[in-house]
């Protein structure tokens, strides 16, 4: 096997390792977003009993034995302190993440820097992803004929950079959603959220599953 061959393998395992970081970080999202409409009605709830209480009772000690440490407080704190935790996962995926792009262009080398924002987009006109898959197969099917039952190192190349392309804007889509969460998240706010973390906007999925039938190509070259 060549030598971008088997870096085209490599970068393809990361890019799938990314994928199921990516899942892992749309959980944690989620659970985000139920926490927080938790917390926000256990704050609700905590505010109307006390002053419900405190107006029954005339008190104001009794107002101020349900404030500061009573059991509706505590019951927001703690998923005050879920909250948090889910910030720090987050922001610890994103770390990973980020990892894991330096380390796709290490294995690409000068691949992904070579090839400008045109040109991808140019790329992607040229795989014409509205032929959908089969289209594209047959299109690799030619390359393999013309090039002795092989893709050339041009098209591993720029399917590289194009995908690396693709997960460099995803990262950022992500980064930004993260920073923008708290307590003031509106509900519809979270709900758009969570609907670009799932749907990834800026990833074409028909150029993955191309790339993947590249490296089942491969695997069948070396059995």
Same mark, same amino acid.
């Given at each position: 096997?060549?030598?971008?061959?088997?870096?085209? $393998?490599?970068?393809?395992?990361?890019?799938?390792?990314?994928?199921?970081?990516?899942?892992?970080?749309?959980?944690?999202?989620? @659970?985000?977003? +139920?926490?927080? !409409?938790?917390?926000?009605?256990? +704050?609700? /709830?905590?505010? /109307?009993?006390?002053?419900? &209480?405190?107006?029954?009772?005339?008190?104001?000690?009794?107002?101020?034995?349900?404030?500061?440490?009573?059991?509706? %407080?505590?019951?927001?704190?703690?998923?005050?302190?879920?909250?948090?935790?889910?910030?720090?996962?987050?922001?610890?995926?994103?770390?990973e993440a980020h990892d894991v792009l330096n380390y796709l262009v290490?294995?690409?080398?000068?691949? #992904?820097?070579?090839?400008? @924002?045109? !040109? &991808?987009?140019?790329?992607? %006109?040229?795989?014409?992803?509205?032929?959908?898959? /089969?289209?594209?197969?047959?299109?690799?099917?030619?390359?393999?004929?013309?090039?002795?039952?092989?893709?050339s190192f041009a098209e591993y190349s720029s399917m590289m950079a194009l995908i690396y392309k693709?997960?460099?804007?995803?990262?950022?889509?992500? $980064?930004?959603?993260?920073?923008?969460?708290?307590?003031?998240?509106?509900? /519809?706010?979270?709900?758009?959220?969570?609907?670009?973390?799932?749907?990834?906007?800026? #990833? +074409?999925?028909? &150029?993955?599953?191309?790339?993947?039938?590249?490296? +089942?190509?491969?695997?069948?070259?070396?059995?």
């Open positions: 096997m060549a030598a971008i061959e088997e870096s085209f $393998k490599l970068f393809m395992d990361w890019v799938l390792y990314l994928n199921g970081l990516h899942k892992l970080g749309e959980q944690i999202l989620v @659970e985000y977003g +139920k926490n927080l !409409e938790a917390y926000r009605r256990a +704050k609700s /709830e905590e505010a /109307e009993y006390i002053a419900r &209480v405190a107006a029954a009772a005339h008190s104001q000690r009794l107002s101020d034995f349900l404030g500061p440490g009573s059991w509706l %407080e505590n019951t927001s704190k703690a998923l005050d302190a879920k909250l948090d935790s889910a910030i720090a996962r987050l922001c610890s995926y994103l770390k290490g294995i690409s080398k000068d691949a #992904i820097k070579d090839y400008s @924002e045109q !040109e &991808v987009t140019m790329q992607l %006109e040229r795989f014409n992803l509205s032929t959908g898959i /089969e289209g594209g197969l047959a299109a690799d099917q030619a390359t393999r004929d013309a090039n002795q039952g092989r893709i693709m997960l460099e804007e995803d990262y950022h889509m992500q $980064k930004q959603i993260v920073d923008a969460l708290g307590l003031d998240t509106t509900s /519809e706010a979270l709900t758009e959220y969570c609907t670009m973390w799932l749907q990834q906007p800026c #990833i +074409k999925s028909l &150029v993955i599953e191309r790339a993947l039938s590249w490296t +089942k190509v491969l695997g069948e070259s070396m059995s």
